[in-house]
């Protein structure tokens, strides 16, 4: 026997396979690769097919061969798919012209039993898909905001009913329509609902009714986004707010042409148990927070559970540069420790933050929050650093912070985004 030839085995264990398969990124550009796995033997196909599948990413051509694949018949008795029950997440955002609506409807009906992510494409969903979405009983999160045509609140309610673990719901941007006879009686969140994006026509009757209705929004509801609502206003907004401010602890508030400057002033007294606000700079002013005027440091045990501020532009032309709320405001909420759990910023580059002439005041503002604050945080075991364990003796805040990979994890931060990184940071967090 020749021992300079290699041998080569001609059989993995699953184990190995599942190992390997794992350093793979989950990504567009990593399906391929995935794909060509699949490919090499019919073990290697039963490991990964699951993984290709799970959550596919379909756009342009890939999304006809995809729907071949799922449904290779219109008729449902004929060549079932099993492939269709390894699909538990289905992004249709970037499908526009490609397939129709009915072809949409057969992919919800053949997925219902797996299917826990649905993003709804802009003009291939429409009524006759809400049949087939009702059975998707393992449905978790629901983003409808792409739909470009007018929905029915009725069919919409209706097929919540359906949904017993839906966790996150997104609304269409679309105007919508409603029977507020019959939508009076069917006001009903769903009883898992964490996350609800109200979008669109949230306004007049419909708004009315929920705000009638309080005791129908689920306890576990404590998160909400209102945007792209241009008949909301100030008057619909701050009572649906107070209703929920038992729960509410994250709020974004964005895209709303009905809200004026300094509106959103006193949302910190609306919801004390807000950590996480994201809100147009449009519709706040130097009086945001209403700070008490013998508010100092010593007082810090009462500062505001506010932990995460993203900044964002509306673009309203119609705002006061006198009044607008700048970096000093934010500056000074956190100096004075009003703002002492501040954790996270994030600054739109669309706010103007980050112009020469507030450059320099955004870099104090980044030492106040990241080097003062935090330091002093953390060495008063205060807040997020109460009981923290695993630092060692004589440690220094710096070296913590930039050396450990808990520090590097907990540490605050501000950031400057442009809008479109914004924007995919809000998009879907259970995506990937």
């Not at 679309?174 to 026509?201: E, F, N, Q």
């Amino acid at each position: 026997m020749d021992s300079s030839k290699p041998v080569y085995a001609n059989y993995l264990p699953d184990e190995l396979l599942l190992e390997i398969l794992n350093y793979i990124p989950r990504d567009r550009e990593s399906q391929s690769t995935i794909a060509t796995f699949c490919a090499v033997s019919r073990q290697w196909y039963d490991v990964a097919i699951p993984t290709l599948y799970e959550a596919p990413y379909v756009t342009g051509h890939a999304y006809t061969l995809f729907v071949r694949t799922i449904c290779p018949s219109v008729i449902p008795r004929i060549k079932k798919s099993e492939l269709a029950g390894l699909v538990q997440q289905l992004d249709l955002s970037a499908i526009v012209h490609q397939g129709g609506k009915s072809t949409t409807a057969r992919l919800l009906g053949r997925m219902k039993s797996s299917l826990e992510l649905f993003v709804a494409p802009q003009a291939s969903f429409a009524i006759n898909c809400w049949a087939s979405l009702s059975k998707c009983t393992r449905m978790k999160v629901l983003d409808l905001s792409l739909i470009s045509e007018a929905i029915s609140y009725q069919n919409l309610n209706q097929t919540l009913r359906q949904l017993p673990e839906l966790e996150r719901l997104y609304m269409p941007r679309c105007s919508s329509h409603y029977d507020s006879d019959i939508l009076s009686k069917m006001v009903i969140w769903p009883a898992r609902l964490h996350h609800l994006t109200l979008s669109g026509s949230v306004h007049g009757k419909f708004l009315n009714e929920m705000l009638r209705q309080p005791s129908t929004f689920p306890p576990t509801l404590h998160s909400m986004s209102m945007l792209h609502c241009p008949g909301l206003d100030y008057a619909g907004i701050k009572p649906l707010l107070e209703n929920l401010a038992e729960t509410l602890t994250t709020v974004e508030l964005r895209d709303l042409p009905k809200i004026k400057q300094g509106r959103f002033n006193s949302i910190l007294t609306w919801l004390p148990r807000l950590t996480k606000l994201t809100v147009a700079i449009d519709y706040i002013d130097q009086n945001f927070a209403h700070m008490p005027p013998t508010f100092s440091p010593a007082r810090y045990r009462d500062a505001k559970p506010l932990q995460h501020l993203t900044l964002l532009s509306s673009g309203q032309s119609d705002s006061d540069p006198a009044r607008a709320f700048s970096v000093g405001d934010l500056f000074d909420l956190i100096d004075m420790r009003f703002l002492g759990r501040l954790r996270y910023v994030v600054v739109a580059k669309s706010t103007g933050w980050n112009c020469a002439n507030e450059g320099a005041e955004l870099e104090a503002l980044r030492d106040l929050l990241v080097w003062e604050l935090d330091r002093e945080n953390w060495e008063m075991g205060r807040w997020h650093y109460e009981g923290l364990a695993g630092v060692k003796k004589d440690m220094q805040f710096a070296d913590w912070a930039l050396n450990t990979a808990k520090g590097r994890g907990m540490r605050a931060r501000l950031v400057v985004w442009d809008d479109r990184g914004a924007e995919r940071e809000r998009r879907w967090p259970e995506l990937r």
